[in-house]
Structure formats: C-alpha cells, structure tokens
C-alpha cells in the first residue's frame, strides 16, 4: 500500500492550473510525492572538514525543502569509508559511521519541516575522490585528464567488497537519520560510474568486461541497498545516459540504456538521467548550452525503462519539464543549480509568482568553488551560503532610522541594492541617464554563446524594486546640482566603469569606438579589429564581431584572457576564443594607433605590428565621478559595482546586496 | 611605423635562445646536485633516467587534455608525434615529424639537438643524452597509453648524441 508522508493541495493554486503536470503527484516505489519537483544532490563544502553536518548547511538544505513545496528534497552525498577515498569535496558529509547520524538527522527533521519528502544520496567519488588522501579508489588505473584529481588506485576485490558493505550500512544510518528515500550516484566520474565506463574499467575479472561485467559493481550496489531499503524506502540511482567521453572511448548511447535496464531488474525504483563526465570535452550545462538540450536522454530512457525518469540538466524554465512530462518523456524535474539561485523557484512557480524568480545564469560558478576546497557560492544570490547568517538578510529599519537614498545608475548593483534598502524600509530613489534599466548589461547580453542569459536577473531586480516601490527616475542625469538640490540622505554611486583613453600615441583620424557601442550596434567597425581588454567584455565582443566575419585581435593586460571569468566557464570562453580565429595577445598592451596597424608592446618591451582599423577599448577604470560632490555635502556615501572596481556581474550584484543591508 | 623589426626579432632571438640553453643547463645543474646527495656509489645514469622519468610523467599529464582519439588513429599519431617534436624544439631542437609507410607508423626526426653541447659542458657521457631522450619519451607515453587504453610504443632507432646528423625516433601502435 502505497503512503503519502504529507497531504498538498495545489489546486487553488495559479501556478498548478498553468503548469499542471508539475503539481501533479507522483509514485516511487511504495512512496506518493505530491508533486514532480525535486531538489537534487548538491555538494556545497559547507559541513566540517570530518564530514559532521554544519549550521550552514541545515540552513540551506532548509531552505530549498522549502522550496521544493512538498516535492523531493535530497541533502548532498555522502562519502561512505573512514579512510575517505570516497571523499570528493572538502566539505563533504559523511556517514561511515553511526556518529553521524544525529547530523544527518538535523537535515531530514529541516526538510520534514516543511512538509518535503527527505532525500539521502550515498556518493563514493571514485576517481574524482581521494580529496584528503594521497590517492583516489578506481576500478582500474587510469591517469587523471586534469591535475586537480587525485591519482587513483585500481580497487582489490576485498576493497570492491567493503564498498559494497559500506553502502548499504550508510544506507541504514540514512534511514535511521529519517530519510524517506535513497539514492545511489552514478554519475559524472564517480565511483560506479566508474565501474560502468569502459573508459576507466579495464578489469578482465567478474566486475569489468562487457557492461554486464563493468555493472556487475553497481548490482550489488543496488541489491545491498535494497535489502536496506525492503519496499518501504524507494530506491534510486543517477546513471549518465550519455557519458559525452567518445573522444577517450567511453560508453555508446547503447550501452548506457543497457546499465538502465540492468538497474531497473536489479531493483532500483526510478532512474536519474545525466549526460557527461567532469572530464568530457564537450559543454553539458553551461550557458553557451540550449536550455532543453538534453531532455531527448529523458526520453530515450523512458522508451527503455518503465521506473520513473528524472532529470535536470539546462531545464530552467518550468514549461519545459512540464511539458516533457505531459508529453510522457519525462516524469520529475530535478533541479540543481536553478535552485541554488533561487531556492523558492518552485514555490513561486506554485503561486504564480515566476517573474520574482531569480534565474541561474549558469555560469558554473558553483562548480568552480566545489573544485578548490571552498564553500560553494552563487554568482547571482547573494544570501547563498549565508542563510544561518541573519545577518544576511534584509532587516526593517526603525521608523526613525528611515532614510532617503538616491541611487544612481540602475544596472545590477545599482538595482539590486534599490530593492533590498527599499525591502528595509528605505524611501530609494534610482536614477539613471539612460531610458532602460540594465546598465551594461543590455550591452553586455549581446554577446553570443547563451549571454541574453545575463538579461533575467536584470527582470528580477526590475520586479523586485517595483515590489518594494523603488521610484525609477530614468533617463534623468545626476549631477552636483541634483545632488544638492535633492540632498538625500544616502548616495550609492552605481554608475559603472569609465573606459580610458589610449595612453599611446593615437594617429589622426584612427577609429576608436567604445564596447557599448560596438555590442549595441550603434556603430560601424572595419574588418580588422583589435579589442583593447581581456577580460569579459572584451572576450565578449570579439566573438561578437568574429561572427561578424571580422578578423579580432584581443590585446589585453592580463597574463591570461577572461581572468575574470571563472574556470569553469573560461574553458569554454578559451575554445570559443580559438574556434572564431580570435589571436589573443596577453600580457600586452597597445602602445600607437597608427593608419591601418597598431603597435603591440609586451610586458617585457618587445613591440610588433598588428593590422588594424578600428580599436574597440574594452578596459574598464573605476568611476570617480561624483564622489566629492556628494561628499562635499556631508552625505552619506557607497560607491559599489564596476564604479569601485571593475569587475563581473557577480561582484555588482554582491556589492549591491550588502550595500543594500548597511545603508 | 616605428617599429624596427630587425631589432626586435634579434632581441627577441636572442633572449629565446639564452631560455633553451637554460632548460638544458638547469637540468644538469640539478644531476649534479642529485649526484652529491646520492653520493659516490650512485649510478650517474641511473640518476638522470630517474630524473627525466619524473619530468616525463609530468609533461604525460599535461599531454591528457589536449589528444582526442575521435579525431581517428592517424591524427591522433601524428598530433602525439608533434606534441613529442614540440617538447623537444622548445628546447632548441630542429624536429620534423612524418608518417610512416605502415599504418599506426609516426616518425619524429631530430636534426639539431642542443643537449649534446651542455652535456659536454657538465661533463655527463653522451650516451646519456640519448637514453634520457628515449625514456623521456617512453614515459609520456606510459600515461596517455594508459588514459586512452590504446598501447603506445616509441624506439630510438637513430641517435647522434653529439647534436649532428640524425636522430630517428618510431611512434607507434603496438599489437
């Protein structure tokens, strides 16, 4: 007999009547889910460096059971062996032991809490693992493609034995902890992964072979766990439908729905669908990806397995999985970093609040802090990693301490400081000279590979300011008279970078225009360009212009082109760089502008020729405008954003939130 | 424009070279230092194959990310043969890869070796030069053998370690 853990009614809900097949219930194994949303695994590095639970992350994990409003909530895998090869993140929670178990059980009580129905992963990172020991568990040597993995050591059949053993006893303190449902990992070069890939098992013994063999490891998996779990506590598995690592010989589409099939009759009660590898070549979930890319593995998988198929992958907005699920080609929408963006999407969803949701902009910068030992953060939400702080969230100020805040420049920082002061109390009024709000970002969202992206958390912060009645004075310039005759009692100066001028000398009737106007379309360029800056704005406007048919040259100051871009999304940054024909001249900078050429000089002095006729200045400088008109008068003052120091969207929109918390 | 290439390019040249004889020297300087603590029974080329085995496995890693078998048998010869030929030219040395008559046959040539002068200068045997060569390249290889389960063999069958004439390297897929 099938039980329900808690009783939802959306239908007086909007967001159940415009998205039904997402509120609609679900069964797993003996287990209803009210809905067909699910917050998937996530690592975070928030929990001690033993694997004991932290403040943090119960706060998070509350968080997000919230929000998955009676869905599926699972709290991060856990490592399962005390020497911790299992041990993928440096904040990983374990569960090798019953002493972890009162921690585990903080977590399943925060997500009971809000009526969600608790999810335990049980996660050995296999090759990608060993993150404190000199050495990974594998099933076979193989050399790591990247420097940041720990060099593995090919599994004795004693140690595949005690892996089993320590799944299935972790899987115990899961439930023992009050968990509802169990889920093995099997994904993106974790241990039974693996064991699946002929890329990294090349046992000839019962555990390696033909992908019976290389499953062999996972069926015992599974069957421990279900002896475990009985019928009571549904089981679950992640397995990649597609590993994306053909260029080193790993599985065929073909054998991945064999090892879906071969989990289904080992007893498993729904499958989880995920593409690629952390060592695949190809792009699997960064922006330059197509939202819905990957929804046809679902449906692949459906057409093989009769458990239910859940899936994420670049399936932000909820008319997608809806859809896919009306359509029979998927049955959950699982959600990772949507969530860790905003962790109330689904709810707002529900009750038919979506333009308050804060869109990932998957720029893959949690992923990048997971890989460095430090504790995950999101590009775009501020209050990620911070939800036990108090201190991070917006306090209203007392009656008398209200203030009369005058913003000037509406892009992300600007904005996002407007409605998190005006959230408090403040009466926030933001100018800008321009008729738009966005600042450079409606430049900035120009640029190809997935960047119209950026534009969502501009609409977030436009709606949330409309919430909380910031008062817009748009295409209104401040100046020190403006200043002085409005005298408020705080100024922010969000007004973005300055762009310098060449220091060089710079030929008579050379053709120099700015990166706003070249990513707007509001002037020409010649077919030879050379982009001043090589950093993000830079990047983005030289494969503008290279899919233009331009010749682009990058001549910028840092040792490496997108230093301000973050690793996990620079590699992409670097191949589109090389694809467009785009020469890159770190380390440089331009020293004349002459007629139809321009002098590069190195950092060490040698000076080259590089054909030219228009330079497009992409360099940023902080933007000292207006500070000592507003500090001549005695006001308050913030200056946050590019204005302080250029840099991403990221670091505007933080600036803007904590700047919006002090005022 | 003022640029004044000549002076550019043999500044530059110049500087290039000085940063390849470096390569070599530092090398020698560290066997001799390995040697001192080793003490007067060690093997001297026991030493430096040592050494070279763990500059080998280090250039190995960085060789994982950059071949792709998708690109076929051939390609993915020829680019290891290059990427070999390219270590070995930022060093100073005048390399040229070709294919070889039978399939799964890349050749890399030498024609000038810079090792055999420093060699000299910090008096290391000659038939060093070349062995430390040949296991340098043995050890890339043992990684991306491994990482692409595909079994990778090099032989020297050429080797003037005096830096003239030849040397004569076969890459290939071993059976």
């Not at chain 1, 080193?248 to 007893?267: C, D, F, H, L």
């Not at chain 1, 048919?549 to 992409?572: E, H, I, M, Q, Y």
Request: charged share 25%.
């Amino acid at each position: 007999m099938a039980k329900q853990l808690f009783e939802w009614d959306y239908s007086s809900y909007p967001g159940a009547k415009k998205y039904p097949h997402l509120f609609k219930p679900i069964q797993l194994g003996n287990l209803i889910i009210p809905n067909r949303i699910k917050y998937a695994a996530t690592e975070d590095n928030f929990n001690d460096p033993d694997g004991f639970i932290t403040d943090a992350d119960v706060a998070y994990m509350r968080a997000r059971a919230e929000g998955v409003v009676g869905g599926l909530c699972f709290m991060q895998g856990v490592y399962m062996d005390e020497p911790r090869r299992g041990q993928g993140y440096v904040g990983q929670a374990a569960a090798w032991d019953d002493k972890f178990i009162p921690g585990l059980k903080r977590i399943a009580d925060a997500i009971h809490g809000e009526k969600a129905v608790a999810g335990f992963q049980l996660m050995h990172c296999g090759r990608v693992g060993g993150v404190a020991v000199p050495y990974a568990h594998g099933p076979s040597y193989v050399p790591q493609r990247l420097r940041v993995f720990t060099p593995v050591q090919e599994m004795t059949k004693e140690d595949i034995k005690q892996c089993i053993k320590e799944h299935a006893d972790a899987c115990r303190r899961g439930i023992e902890a009050g968990f509802d449902v169990i889920e093995i990992s099997g994904i993106v070069g974790y241990l039974i992964s693996n064991f699946i890939s002929s890329y990294t098992n090349r046992r000839t013994d019962e555990y390696g072979g033909d992908i019976r063999g290389r499953m062999q490891f996972a069926v015992e998996v599974i069957q421990a766990c279900k002896e475990v779990c009985g019928d009571e506590y549904p089981l679950g598995i992640r397995l990649c439908a597609e590993e994306l690592l053909d260029d080193v010989r790993g599985n065929t589409p073909e054998e991945s729905m064999e090892t879906y099939k071969i989990a289904e009759e080992a007893g498993v009660n729904y499958i989880s669908v995920t593409a690629g590898w952390q060592e695949s070549i190809v792009p699997v979930i960064s922006r330059d990806v197509p939202m819905g890319s990957w929804i046809h593995l679902a449906k692949r998988a459906k057409e093989h397995v009769k458990v239910p198929v859940q899936m994420a992958y670049r399936l932000f907005y909820p008319d997608l999985p809806n859809e896919a699920i009306g359509k029979g080609e998927l049955d959950m929408w699982e959600m990772c970093r949507p969530m860790i963006a905003d962790p109330y999407m689904p709810k707002k969803i529900l009750e038919g609040r979506e333009e308050e949701i804060r869109f990932c902009v998957a720029c893959n910068l949690c992923l990048a802090r997971l890989f460095r030992d430090a504790p995950m953060t999101c590009y775009i939400n501020p209050l990620c990693a911070h939800e036990h702080d108090e201190n991070f969230y917006p306090k209203p100020v007392e009656e008398d301490d209200k203030k009369e805040v005058m913003i000037v420049g509406a892009g992300p920082a600007g904005l996002e400081c407007a409605y998190v002061a005006a959230q408090r109390g403040h009466e926030v009024h933001v100018y800008d000279k321009r008729e738009q709000l966005g600042g450079t970002i409606l430049e900035a969202s120009k640029a190809p590979y997935g960047d119209d992206e950026l534009m969502t958390c501009i609409n977030y912060q436009k709606v949330m300011c409309e919430k909380y009645g910031v008062q817009f004075h748009l295409g209104t310039e401040v100046t020190e008279e403006l200043i002085q005759e409005e005298m408020p009692d705080t100024v922010v100066l969000a007004t973005g970078p300055v762009y310098p001028q060449l220091k060089g000398k710079v030929a008579e009737g050379a053709r120099i225009v700015n990166v706003l106007d070249v990513l707007a379309g509001r002037v020409e360029v010649g077919d030879n360009v050379v982009v001043w800056g090589n950093r993000k704005p830079g990047i983005g406007v030289a494969l503008c212009l290279a899919k233009q048919g331009k010749k682009v040259t990058l001549v910028g100051k840092d040792k490496t082109a997108g230093f301000d871009v973050n690793p996990s999304f620079k590699w992409r940054y670097m191949i589109y760089l090389r694809q467009n024909r785009i020469t890159a001249y770190n380390d440089c900078d331009i020293e004349e502008v002459g007629e139809g050429e321009v002098i590069v000089r190195t950092y060490d002095g040698y000076r080259f020729p590089v054909a030219c006729d228009t330079v497009v200045i992409s360099e940023r400088e902080a933007n000292e405008g207006l500070k000592q008109a507003v500090q001549s008068e005695g006001i308050e003052l913030f200056v946050i954003g590019d204005a302080l120091v250029p840099r991403n969207m990221s670091s505007a929109v933080h600036d803007g939130y904590r700047v919006g918390l002090r005022i | 424009m003022p640029v004044n290439a000549e002076k550019e390019i043999t500044t530059l040249w110049r500087n290039l070279h000085n940063a390849q004889g470096e390569i070599c020297k530092t090398f020698y300087r560290w066997r001799e230092a390995a040697l001192e603590i080793a003490g007067p029974d060690a093997d001297e080329t026991e030493v430096a194959l040592k050494a070279i085995r763990v500059i080998g496995k280090d250039i190995g890693k960085s060789f994982l990310p950059r071949l792709n078998w998708l690109k076929g048998e051939e390609a993915f010869l020829m680019n290891l043969g290059r990427a070999l030929a390219g270590i070995w030219a930022n060093e100073g040395a005048i390399t040229s890869v070709e294919k070889g008559e039978k399939e799964g046959e890349v050749f890399i040539k030498c024609t000038r070796d810079p090792w055999p002068t420093y060699a000299k200068e910090y008096g290391v045997p000659m038939e060093e030069v070349a062995q430390c060569r040949e296991k340098l390249f043995q050890t890339i290889l043992e990684d991306v053998s491994l990482f692409f389960n595909i079994p990778l063999a090099i032989e020297m069958l050429k080797a003037i370690p005096r830096g003239e004439g030849m040397y004569l390297f076969r890459l290939y897929k071993a059976e």
